[in-house]
């Protein structure tokens, strides 16, 4: 039988890594002789990729030594969140565990290799969370991640959960509705349901799943 499912955006919307993406970012730096990041300019690389933050921030180098230091900083911070985990959003584990009784719950971001895996792994979400996938990954879109989740586990409907206009894009490449997380780093400007606290969520995706 087909299932339903709530597909989730993580930076912004189940937790705010900021600060151990920074400390893990300056350490690397530091090793480089480089200057310290500043933690708005981490706020700012939230939900893009990695040829992203790179072409935006390491201005003063090469594509390619750009990313030999991106990537550096992103395994020192897979490892970092593995030891110490993030700031969860207040509420978010009761409401995963509410939403779990009802529908099939995914993770879809533009991260890389660890970080997705750190945040099931150190807050014990694993068992919560039929299937994941990221950027880092498949190289893929958000969008055509959403799409290959939906596909591989016979998911016949789902909504997406999200903070940012690039999540809001992604669930519209996906052909499904956008929930989005005001509480997040961004703005919209379109949703189908919008949510100004993680625990408004199950209600906002059953709203939205009785219409589609």
């Not at 400007?189 to 219409?211: T, Y």
Request: glycine content about 8%; proline content about 2%.
């Amino acid at each position: 039988m087909k299932k339903n499912a709530v597909i989730f955006d993580l930076d912004g919307t189940m937790w705010n890594a900021c600060e151990p993406v920074l400390i893990s970012w300056n350490v690397v730096l530091r090793r480089h002789g480089l200057p310290a990041v500043k933690k708005e300019t981490i706020e700012s690389f939230m939900g893009k990729t990695l040829g992203q933050i790179v072409s935006l921030y390491f201005t003063d180098m090469t594509q390619e030594e750009g990313l030999k230091i991106a990537n550096e900083c992103v395994r020192e911070e897979a490892n970092y969140l593995a030891a110490h985990g993030a700031a969860l959003y207040d509420g978010l584990a009761d409401t995963l565990r509410q939403l779990a009784q009802r529908y099939e719950l995914c993770l879809v971001s533009n991260c890389e290799a660890g970080y997705a895996e750190a945040f099931l792994s150190y807050h014990k979400f694993e068992p919560l969370f039929t299937d994941y996938e990221y950027s880092g990954r498949t190289k893929k879109s958000k969008g055509e991640n959403i799409r290959m989740v939906m596909e591989r586990n016979g998911i016949a409907k789902a909504v997406y959960v999200g903070d940012t206009q690039s999540d809001c894009d992604a669930a519209r490449q996906a052909g499904i509705p956008f929930i989005f997380a005001s509480y997040g780093f961004g703005s919209v400007d379109s949703a189908d349901a919008a949510v100004a606290d993680i625990r408004e969520v199950p209600a906002a995706a059953e709203a939205v799943f009785d219409k589609i």
